[in-house]
């Protein structure tokens, strides 16, 4: 046996201490959540990319531990899935509340709930959907992103309208529900992951987390070492605490940690009298020609909108342009569209560079956001124009907006607190105005104060929604590579990732819009599918090199034994370093100078005989340098190991600086690309 979760008295617990055999025992904790063109964005529709190369993750099997499924979402039917599942399938339908085995078929081909966690934190509660069917919609959602089946015409009351398909549509999916109405508890959590290995799933997406949890009481961390193990991969969110560094959940080295980007999307126009068109973001959920030619009002004391009173003795046929320099943050423009929306002004345009900090649900009168840039021009033309006129077009779909992507703002930044020693997050996937499968029989927009709506499609925000970007091209790279470990899977996505823009700059964070993003918050960048393919060279780790390094860093035996939940391995090779495809160091302000030296082993996966040299970017104020600095394979799977040692020469309080280390290949035909970063300790 594993491990078990039970209900116990201070004194049961004692006894059971007492008992041979006993490991450890700790507290059941709650989770939190992390919560279509995003395919193209991703260039996965290219003739010659991942998709087809994977034959579009045929037979791989997801299982997506969250809060359950809605299963006659079109996204789940089995049109083009071939008859006949997997052998290594040894998982079930379960029948409960409202769901019976025959709602599976060969596109979700499991379905399993777990629920005795939240029912023994709470003896006396009742469970509102007893069942693997999604009463919240978060769980409908991230399976479809992952591995939905096509649906022509899928949108949101017109927005984004065409073909929404999940990253690898020709994969199954398994759902393990443990998110619940009534809690989310982590003995589920363990429970559902645990239960996922033994059905046979290939990869496990898993979008929420356990903040500043160490990886001995993390059942996230203990189930995944299993699935590690046996080769399953694991991705998971990195959490929605942004912009602040160190909030980072997941910071688990045996797993993919999943940052939140933008995509080039946006919805809406303004129009004003003079013609001028300015694309913004909305998505009211109405096609009507509500605001058409009205007067446009600006002036200092009704555009702070922050007074209802003063707003409603202002005609309700206009148009009101809310911006107040004192209103620089999200959270004000919420508050200025609650206050519009309490006026019954009927049209009106906000100011914000961070529109996904702005609740969806709050776009429930006629409005449009437009960026600071942008609404200088609208300023001036309302105080320039005797009659100044604006418009608002809904359901209006634009792409090809730059910058793309920029590290979100909520966005968990590292390093994780309860393990600093990875570098995390690993990557950046699209998380923001995820358009993905939704329970319809739950309001998803709003129009005024009375009318609720609902869709089979919506809009979901956070690092829940860039996970599972990951989980489907780690299962896209799984059926084009099935021999490969999961610490090669995440390899060739950190060391392909994307450190650009689309405007060929480096990726900006929302947060912080003068800065380049550094690593903690987007890694070592977007994650590019069809570079995945072929990553050229591949940093590969055992299992028993994780629990080295845990040995190294003095994890206990028993520590290592509760999340190893086995006795084979042993601490005869202590080590401070592991064969991570990223590098990070912190220097300490005891010391003026500080060296580091890591020892790296990479693997050849190229076609054959290959050369790389080392291009080394230095992070400010350190000098960084590799030996060897020129690595020669003679044939496919060949290993070469080199040594880089980073010198911290200048120290400041809170620094933080990054650069990076590129392999490349003569050629040009492979660039493998490590991050670097040094920080100040004290940020632990």
């Known amino acids: ?160 309208k065409g073909v929404a398909t999940g990253i690898a549509p020709k994969a199954r999916l398994a759902i393990y529900k443990v998110n619940w109405e009534e809690g989310l508890l982590a003995s589920d959590v363990l429970a559902g992951m645990d239960q996922a290995i033994v059905d046979g799933v290939d990869v496990i997406s898993i979008s929420m987390g356990f903040d500043d949890v160490p990886l001995y009481e993390d059942p996230i961390a203990i189930a995944s070492f299993a699935a590690m193990e046996k080769g399953i991969v694991v991705s ?40 001028k068109n300015i694309i913004g973001w909305t998505l009211f959920a109405s096609n009507a020609t509500l605001v058409e030619n009205l007067p446009l009002v600006y002036n200092k004391n009704l555009s702070s909108c922050n007074s209802a009173r003063l707003l409603s003795r202002v005609n309700k046929q206009v148009v009101i342009l809310c911006d107040d320099e004192s209103m620089s943050n999200s959270k004000s423009v919420s508050e ?55 418009s608002i077009r809904f359901q209006q779909t634009y792409v090809g907006i730059k910058p793309a992507p920029v590290a979100a703002h909520y966005t968990s930044r590292g390093p994780s607190h309860s393990f600093p020693w990875i570098l995390k997050p690993d990557i950046l996937a699209p998380g923001s105005r995820v358009l993905a499968a939704y329970v ?22 956070g690092t829940s929604m860039a996970c599972p970007h990951a989980s489907g091209v780690a299962a896209l790279l799984k059926s084009a590579h099935p021999q490969w470990s999961a610490a090669a899977i995440r390899s060739a996505l950190i060391t392909t990732a994307n450190p650009m823009d689309n405007t060929r ?3 900006k964070d929302s947060a912080y819009p003068s800065q380049h993003a550094s690593p903690l918050a987007i890694g070592a960048g977007e994650i ?76 050849n996966v190229g076609d054959g005989a290959a050369t790389y040299k080392a291009k080394v970017t230095h992070p400010k104020g350190c000098l960084v340098t590799v030996s060897p600095d020129i690595l020669s394979f003679s044939y496919r799977n060949e290993k070469q190991s080199f040594y880089i040692v980073i010198k911290y020469v200048m120290y400041k309080k809170e620094n933080v600086s990054f650069g990076d280390l590129v392999w490349i290949e003569d050629g040009g035909a492979h660039t493998v690309r490590s991050p670097i970063l040094v920080a100040s300790s004290e940020m632990i």
């Open 1 to 160: 046996m594993y491990g078990f979760s039970a209900v116990l008295s201070s004194n049961e617990l004692e006894t059971l201490n007492k008992i041979d055999g006993f490991v450890s025992a700790y507290q059941d904790r709650t989770a939190t959540l992390d919560t279509t063109h995003t395919f193209e964005f991703l260039s996965l529709d290219s003739p010659s990319g991942l998709w087809h190369a994977s034959n579009f993750g045929e037979d791989i099997i997801v299982g997506v531990i969250d809060s359950g499924v809605w299963p006659e979402s079109q996204s789940f039917k089995d049109d083009g899935m071939t008859k006949k599942i997997p052998s290594k399938w040894k998982g079930a339908c379960e029948d409960g509340q409202e769901f019976n085995a025959s709602m599976c078929n060969f596109k979700l081909i499991g379905a399993r709930y777990f629920n005795k966690g939240v029912i023994a934190s709470n003896p006396n509660v009742t469970i509102i959907m007893n069942s693997a069917r999604d009463s919240v919609g978060h769980g409908t959602h991230t399976s479809s992103t992952v591995a939905g089946n096509y649906v022509n015409g899928a949108s949101y009351f017109g927005y984004a």
């Open 236 to 275: 998971s969110s990195a959490g929605n605490l942004g912009p602040y560094l160190g909030t980072l959940h997941n910071g688990i080295p045996w797993l993919i940690t999943v940052a939140a980007g933008t995509i080039d999307r946006t919805f809406g126009t303004l129009v004003l009298g003079n013609g």
């Open 336 to 390: 200025q569209i609650n206050v519009v929306a309490e006026t019954g002004v009927l049209g009106a345009v906000f100011v914000s560079d961070n529109p996904d900090l702005i609740d969806s649900r709050h776009l429930y009168s006629p409005i449009i956001v437009i960026k600071p840039k942008d609404a200088k021009s609208v300023i001036n033309y309302a105080k320039r124009h005797k009659n100044p006129t604006a």
């Open 440 to 461: 319809p029989n739950k309001p998803s927009a709003r129009i005024g104060t009375n009318l609720f709506l609902s869709s089979d499609y919506n809009f979901m925000t």
């Open 505 to 507: 700059n480096p990726i």
């Open 528 to 603: 590019d599918p069809n570079k995945a393919m072929n990553p050229g060279l591949i940093y590969d780790v055992t299992p028993q090199d994780y629990v080295n390094f845990l040995c190294g860093l003095k994890f206990t035996k028993n520590q290592i034994l509760t999340i190893t939940r086995s006795s084979s391995y042993d601490c005869e090779n202590p080590s401070l370093d592991l064969n991570y495809p990223s590098f990070i160091d912190f220097y300490s302000s005891k010391t003026r100078s500080q060296v580091r030296k890591f020892k790296r082993t990479v693997t």
